[in-house]
């Protein structure tokens, strides 16, 4: 495992297999070629998308013009403070929040997270986090933090008194995004080649998850597509049904909502496996 090292560039082999350029991801160092089976790309959208303009021969015209195509989420907003006072106990740990300005949730650390439950137990203070998704890409950046914490206090007024011992502001925007109607488009897991394979939340699967547990499935789904080119099976996964368990009641549910038909993936089976033949529904993200 090389950790804190990027992937400049991929080149496969017409014999088989992948030769990879990698780097240290921060400093000066120089650059090592590897040669590999086996890939699977597990980037956000950015680093594939870098990747791919600096690896020409990976993949045909049409599937390298899918990920150009792929965008990514406007910048969002993670904002952490470590206040001198505990918020009320009854406050939950995680809320969700509309109508109070960007401010999408508040979580308050000290309930669930390991080291800011001992903070907090030392200290008698608390730990807040704040965040604001989809900003406005020209927004004043420190106006917005100001007043996730104006909402804040709004919201939860004991942390109006509260002095601030520490803050920290995360400004980032790799998270992928999933327009209307982009789904068609969005790469699969398996691709032409067939020790090339993505991972991620980026990619389209035919299971119903999405965000971490799309990244984490993703993964098994991509290296169950790499075993069974060696003829191994791979890692059984079950999800939830992605129809309703009883025939007739199907049937009423169409009769009544014609627009349920046209979603062909309704009388997909509930176990998954690798997209290669997935069909897409525009419902699904
Ligand atoms: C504020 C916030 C809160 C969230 N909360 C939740 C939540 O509560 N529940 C949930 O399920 N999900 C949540 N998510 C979403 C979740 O974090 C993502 O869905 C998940 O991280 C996606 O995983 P991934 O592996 O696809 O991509 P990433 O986690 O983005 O990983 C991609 C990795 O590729 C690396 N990379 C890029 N280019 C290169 C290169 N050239 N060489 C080497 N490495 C490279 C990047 O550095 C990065 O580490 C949240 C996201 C955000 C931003």
Same mark, same amino acid.
């Given at each position: 495992?090389?950790?804190?090292?990027?992937?400049?560039?991929?080149?496969?082999?017409?014999?088989?297999?992948?030769?990879?350029?990698?780097?240290?991801?921060?400093?000066?160092?120089?650059?090592?070629?590897?040669?590999?089976?086996?890939?699977?790309?597990?980037? +956000?959208?950015?680093?594939?998308?870098?990747?791919?303009?600096?690896?020409?021969?990976?993949?045909?015209?049409?599937?390298?013009?899918?990920?150009?195509? =792929?965008? !990514?989420?406007?910048? *969002?907003?993670?904002?952490?403070? &470590?206040? #001198?006072?505990?918020?009320?106990?009854?406050?939950?740990? *995680? @809320?969700?929040?509309?109508?109070?300005?960007? =401010? +999408?949730?508040?979580?308050?650390?000290?309930?669930?997270?390991?080291?800011?439950?001992?903070?907090?137990?030392?200290?008698?203070?608390?730990?807040?986090?704040?965040?604001?998704?989809?900003? #406005?890409?020209? /927004?004043?950046?420190?106006?917005?933090q100001q007043r996730?914490?104006?909402?804040?206090?709004?919201?939860?007024?004991?942390?109006? /008194?509260?002095? %601030?011992? +520490?803050?920290?502001?995360? &400004?980032?925007?790799?998270?992928?995004?999933?327009?209307?109607g982009s789904y068609?488009?969005?790469?699969?897991?398996?691709?032409?080649?067939?020790r090339l394979v993505?991972?991620?939340? =980026?990619?389209?699967?035919?299971?119903? %998850?999405?965000?971490?547990?799309?990244?984490?499935?993703?993964?098994? !789904?991509?290296?169950?597509?790499?075993?069974?080119?060696?003829?191994?099976?791979?890692?059984?996964? =079950?999800?939830?049904?992605?129809?309703?368990?009883?025939?007739?009641?199907?049937?009423?549910?169409?009769?009544?909502?014609?627009? @349920?038909?046209?979603?062909? #993936?309704?009388?997909?089976?509930?176990?998954?496996? /690798?997209?290669?033949?997935?069909?897409?529904?525009?419902?699904?993200?």
């Amino acid at each position: 495992m090389h950790t804190a090292t990027s992937a400049l560039g991929l080149t496969p082999h017409h014999a088989g297999g992948f030769t990879l350029t990698t780097a240290p991801a921060h400093g000066p160092g120089s650059t090592h070629e590897r040669t590999y089976d086996a890939v699977v790309l597990a980037l +956000d959208t950015a680093g594939l998308k870098a990747l791919l303009d600096a690896s020409p021969h990976v993949g045909d015209p049409s599937w390298r013009a899918r990920i150009a195509g =792929l965008q !990514q989420a406007p910048p *969002f907003l993670v904002s952490r403070y &470590w206040l #001198d006072s505990p918020v009320h106990p009854a406050r939950p740990g *995680f @809320l969700g929040t509309a109508g109070y300005g960007p =401010l +999408d949730n508040i979580s308050v650390l000290d309930r669930f997270e390991g080291q800011a439950v001992r903070w907090a137990a030392r200290t008698g203070g608390s730990v807040v986090e704040l965040h604001a998704y989809a900003t #406005d890409p020209h /927004t004043d950046r420190s106006a917005l933090q100001q007043r996730l914490r104006a909402e804040l206090a709004r919201l939860y007024p004991e942390t109006a /008194t509260a002095n %601030v011992l +520490d803050q920290r502001h995360e &400004w980032r925007n790799d998270c992928p995004l999933f327009a209307p109607g982009s789904y068609p488009d969005r790469p699969t897991i398996t691709t032409a080649h067939p020790r090339l394979v993505l991972a991620g939340d =980026l990619v389209r699967t035919d299971a119903p %998850v999405a965000l971490m547990e799309r990244a984490a499935t993703s993964g098994f !789904q991509a290296a169950n597509a790499l075993l069974g080119t060696w003829h191994v099976r791979g890692h059984p996964l =079950l999800t939830v049904p992605a129809q309703g368990r009883t025939a007739c009641l199907r049937l009423f549910a169409r009769a009544l909502s014609p627009a @349920l038909t046209s979603h062909p #993936d309704r009388s997909r089976p509930a176990r998954t496996g /690798t997209d290669r033949h997935a069909s897409p529904t525009p419902a699904q993200t």
